[in-house]
């Protein structure tokens, strides 16, 4: 087999028999399998997509997409930027309502999948995905609070530690603490709400969209005249 | 109707509320990158929009130094107690230190107590004498911090109890304290010093770099500040109290965290408004109500609704009549 | 001020300010601002229209 990377790799993927335990044959086969580029990147998709309703899963990811570019700018400039500069501010605006918005298309896109039974057809993975990320995502604007170093971000600090103190965990999560409440708002929770979302959108990919409940007799009603035509067996 | 099972050779029951028929029907055009930049945009200009026209809230912060300022009275009784070990911070329990039957629990358990202290605090040295110690020596005040520290418990004691009730009805002028003569000790000096030392801003950088020169830690003025009642009232006047669903609210008229009204539904009615363990109740109640929300498709009752509410026949509407239309043509 | 400074100066300060003493609604036990309960109603409201309002049909497009 000669090494010729320069036609469609080729010469990289020999699939050799001999070879298949390889790890990275293995993790290939298997991503391959579960996305193939097709399912990643359709061009087509189930009539029965059809609502208004569908595109706020879109909608909140393009919301998360915004609040993290604003958040990466007001990082660039540091903590104290947006209290003193006008640039500074509007940026912080576009941050924080980015996030309103965020939870906006986010509770919408909840109600219509719970009205949908989306979890159904082995999509229970994609439910439970979308609620972690929900959840944490709470605990991620709850840091961004927590950062605003004004009297906001005080208040909020001084009341939330009897809450989370009295579960233990202000033994390690001191809402007081400015420095770590920011590390964890810049670094740890986006890297966890990250992961979460890309694992929920993958699974939609894999799973598709959920098809409808099954219809109704009425819907495949004969109409009067044509009782010869057998409406139960599919067309 | 069975669906096919993970394990061959077993097959199991089509439930309607887990199950679900995949779709074998017609595929029409679909650009999912084209979807995925209009949302962008749509997104990015309502953001531009509302951060052009609504702007983002900013109020200051409270600091000691503006509410040793602004209301020094309330200060230096707040200092009284943290002297006195008498106040909200000195009482805490864990993870601040250690009082017994602070904590709170639910029924015999009480995680707080488990995790113990962690941050810990002793607000008489913390929040008054190694503050004042780090103000260059008056003999007055260096006198008096030893007469303090050398003294007995109860004298000490008796000193807090004196000056503390004489702060109650005190008057602040020409810069001082002024309290009726009593048997205060030290203590009316120490804290005439801890006052001025607030107003002039030293208190606030001398609790925050008491280890190191880079703080980051807002732990100790924080607590302080929070145990007067000048922060309470400044945030009772923006609706942020617990007892008035606080936790949902922004100050001014900028909208907050809305999604946030079932966990301070529960601090609003009984018994939570008046339960010592309200904070481990409610947070144990919206623990369990998330883990029942995450695990709504294993729970049958809860999982039917979406099948029994019918809503799923508006969102599908196109293609249940799409049914009913191409079997008409097949005719 | 550059044109730059200007212009994003001008951004910055809000055309509707919403600082300023908050207003609230109460009714019965339950207390909510003005600014929380357009937000929840807006939420609603758009959840039904996104439901209701027809989607463009596409025709073609084979199995």
């Known amino acids: 087999m000669t090494f010729d990377p320069d036609e469609s790799g080729v010469g990289l993927q020999a699939d050799l028999p001999e070879d298949a335990d390889q790890w990275s044959a293995r993790l290939r086969r298997t991503a391959v399998s579960a996305l193939p580029p097709a399912r990643l990147l359709p061009d087509r998709q189930p009539a029965y997509v059809a609502s208004w309703i569908y595109v706020f899963g879109a909608l909140t990811l393009a919301a998360l997409a915004i609040v993290v570019l604003t958040g990466m700018v007001l990082a660039i400039e540091g903590p104290t930027w947006w209290h003193l500069s006008r640039d500074g501010l509007f940026v912080n605006s576009m941050h924080l309502w980015s996030v309103e918005l965020f939870f906006f298309f986010m509770v919408i896109h909840l109600w219509g999948k719970f009205f949908m039974a989306a979890w159904r057809g082995r999509r229970r993975a994609t439910w439970v995905t979308g609620v972690l990320a929900f959840v944490v995502s709470i605990a991620a604007a709850f840091t961004g609070y927590l950062s605003q170093q004004n009297f906001d971000s005080q208040w909020i600090a001084t009341q939330a530690k009897d809450g989370i103190n009295a579960t233990g965990a202000g033994a390690y999560f001191n809402v007081l603490n400015f420095g770590q409440m920011l590390m964890w708002h810049i670094l740890l929770l986006p890297l966890v709400v990250g992961f979460l979302v890309i694992v929920h959108v993958l699974l939609v990919r894999r799973r598709g969209v959920v098809p409808p409940f099954a219809p109704d007799p009425e819907d495949l009603v004969v109409p009067v005249g044509d009782l010869s035509v057998d409406r139960t067996v599919a067309p | 109707m069975s669906v096919p099972a993970t394990r061959p050779g077993r097959t199991r029951r089509f439930r309607p509320d887990r199950d679900v028929e995949e779709w074998h029907g017609r595929y029409v055009p679909y650009d999912i990158v084209k979807e995925f930049t209009a949302a962008f945009l749509v997104v990015l200009l309502l953001t531009l929009g509302l951060a052009i026209v609504l702007s983002s809230p900013d109020e200051p912060p409270v600091t000691i130094k503006s509410w040793s300022q602004h209301a020094p009275l309330d200060f230096a009784r707040t200092a009284v107690t943290e002297l006195a070990g008498t106040s909200p911070t000195a009482t805490y329990g864990p993870p601040y230190n250690s009082t017994p039957g602070a904590s709170q629990s639910i029924g015999p358990l009480s995680l707080e107590s488990i995790m113990g202290v962690h941050h810990p605090i002793d607000t008489a040295l913390d929040d008054v004498i190694e503050p004042l110690k780090t103000l260059p020596a008056v003999p007055t005040l260096s006198a008096a911090i030893g007469q303090y520290t050398a003294a007995s418990v109860g004298t000490e004691q008796g000193w807090t109890n004196a000056y503390g009730a004489a702060l109650g009805h005190a008057r602040f002028a020409g810069g001082r304290l002024i309290t009726r003569p009593g048997n205060y000790g030290p203590v009316a000096e120490m804290i005439g010093a801890l006052t001025m030392m607030a107003r002039s801003g030293a208190l606030d950088g001398a609790l925050v770099s008491s280890k190191q020169f880079y703080g980051t830690d807002y732990t100790k003025p924080l607590l302080f500040i929070a145990d007067g009642t000048y922060m309470a009232s400044l945030a009772a006047a923006q609706h942020l109290q617990g007892t008035q669903w606080g936790m949902m609210n922004e100050t001014g008229n900028f909208p907050g965290q809305s999604w946030l009204w079932l966990y301070t539904f529960w601090y609003q009615v009984p018994p939570f408004t008046t339960s010592t363990n309200a904070d481990a109740l409610v947070w144990a109640i919206m623990v369990v109500l998330t883990a029942l929300l995450a695990l709504v498709p294993f729970l049958p009752g809860v999982r039917a609704i979406p099948r029994k509410v019918r809503l799923y026949r508006l969102i599908w509407r196109q293609h249940y009549r799409s049914l009913a239309t191409r079997v008409d043509h097949a005719v | ?63």
Not at chain 3, 44 to 60: N, T
């Open chain 3, 1 to 63: 001020m550059t044109v730059h400074q200007e212009v994003v100066g001008r951004l910055a300060q809000a055309v509707i300010s919403l600082n300023g003493p908050g207003r609230y609604v109460h009714w019965g036990f339950i207390q909510i601002s003005v600014a929380n309960l357009v937000v929840i109603a807006l939420i609603v409201v758009v959840f039904v229209a996104a439901v209701l309002v027809p989607f463009p049909r596409r025709s073609g497009g084979a199995r």
